[in-house]
């Protein structure tokens, strides 16, 4: 019954930037985690990104320092800042948020990093 809608995903040079959004169609105040996944073409999906209800973020290594995951809560919108982004850094992203005991995911956004 919720839906999350993920945007902000395209082609970019190596050392680029992108931010990509997942906007909830409710509110996500009461949300009790959120988070950010990829999954490249024949790999398993990882997580990248996560953030609690308190605002305790965590990062996979290889994104640590470099993504960013934060909320709006006004715009009941969870962002993924990307920064230096790398050709491994190419997948399909997709948001996950954690509410009243469900897991609702976005439909995926794809990230392609080339030169």
């Known amino acids: 019954q919720v839906q999350l809608v993920e945007s902000g995903g395209g082609l970019v040079q190596p050392g680029g930037s992108l931010r990509l959004s997942c906007a909830a169609s409710?509110?996500?105040?009461?949300?009790?985690?959120m988070g950010w996944y990829r999954q490249a073409p024949g790999k398993q999906r990882e997580l990248v990104a996560h953030m609690t209800s308190g605002g305790l973020t965590n990062y996979a290594d290889s994104v640590k320092g470099r993504f960013t995951i934060s909320r709006d809560n006004a715009k009941n919108t969870v962002y993924l800042q990307m920064n230096s982004l790398k050709p491994e850094d190419t997948a399909a992203y997709y948001c996950?948020?954690?509410?009243?005991?469900?897991?609702?995911w976005g439909q995926g956004t794809q990230v392609t990093v080339s030169s």
């Open positions: 996950q948020i954690l509410l009243l005991g469900m897991v609702y």
């Open positions: 409710g509110s996500i105040v009461r949300a009790n985690a």
